[in-house]
């Protein structure tokens, strides 16, 4: 089985060459390494081999990790780029707080309500929270995330709170092996970044938090800035993981 620095650097050369393929700068995309349900000694794995922006779905699991990785990079590794944290999982009401005080980035909001806990909760020593919005740009039931005509109004909120940085838009579009449909959900998220970025004064608003492992090549050839992929670096999730309680 490949090592976790040889997958990354799979990934890196895919995101290259989708890319200049796309007439795009490769480093004018992020590789969010997607650290859910991996250990700490895996994330310092992927650190060696120069990766820094991590991202994580469930809180607690994300805490202890952070501390731990942190501690580690501290006395293991000089010159080390700084780590960045973003969180990616659905946002409670009550764990807030910890996302404010942990985190730099926010992919996940949908609700005005969330976004002003964020602001307040964000302490003043920190940079301001970096804040994406989750868009349900297929109309899934099932799916979390604004409606595509409830973004503007949203968003216009969300500029006006203090440390906080709206920065984009997340989409999680439907599962699908069909590149058409996968090209016109992202196609559609592109479409409406741009009509806010028309309408708002937003100058850092230039976020596209979209594609996967599946879908990564069509996403980069539509205007993502951020992908992100978790098991085509890390290996292989264990099942039993996915299956227990997460808080």
Not at 127 to 137: D, F, G, H, M
């Amino acid at each position: 089985m490949p090592s976790i620095s040889r997958r990354l650097k799979n990934v890196q050369s895919t995101i290259q060459l989708s890319a200049v393929n796309s007439a795009r700068r490769p480093e004018s995309i992020t590789l969010l390494a997607v650290s859910k349900s991996f250990s700490c000694e895996e994330v310092i794995e992927a650190i060696s081999a120069g990766q820094y922006a991590f991202g994580e779905n469930y809180l607690q699991e994300a805490l202890s990790k952070i501390a731990l990785v942190n501690l580690k990079t501290q006395s293991s590794f000089t010159n080390v780029a700084p780590i960045t944290w973003h969180f990616i999982g659905a946002i409670q009401s009550n764990k807030t707080r910890a996302i404010a005080e942990n985190f730099s980035w926010v992919h996940t909001v949908d609700r005005e309500k969330i976004a002003q806990r964020l602001s307040r909760q964000r302490p003043p020593q920190l940079s301001p929270l970096n804040i994406c919005l989750q868009v349900n740009i297929t109309g899934e039931t099932s799916k979390s995330g604004l409606e595509p005509q409830e973004v503007l109004s949203t968003a216009n909120a969300i500029i006006r709170l203090p440390r906080l940085r709206l920065r984009g838009l997340m989409v999680i579009p439907e599962l699908t092996n069909d590149q058409q449909k996968q090209r016109l959900a992202f196609r559609k998220t592109k479409e409406l970044l741009i009509y806010l970025q028309e309408k708002l004064e937003a100058p850092e608003l230039n976020t596209l938090s979209m594609g996967m492992s599946s879908d990564m090549k069509v996403a980069i050839e539509e205007g993502s800035t951020i992908v992100r992929i978790g098991s085509t670096i890390f290996g292989k999730r264990n099942r039993d993981y996915e299956k227990q309680p997460k808080y």
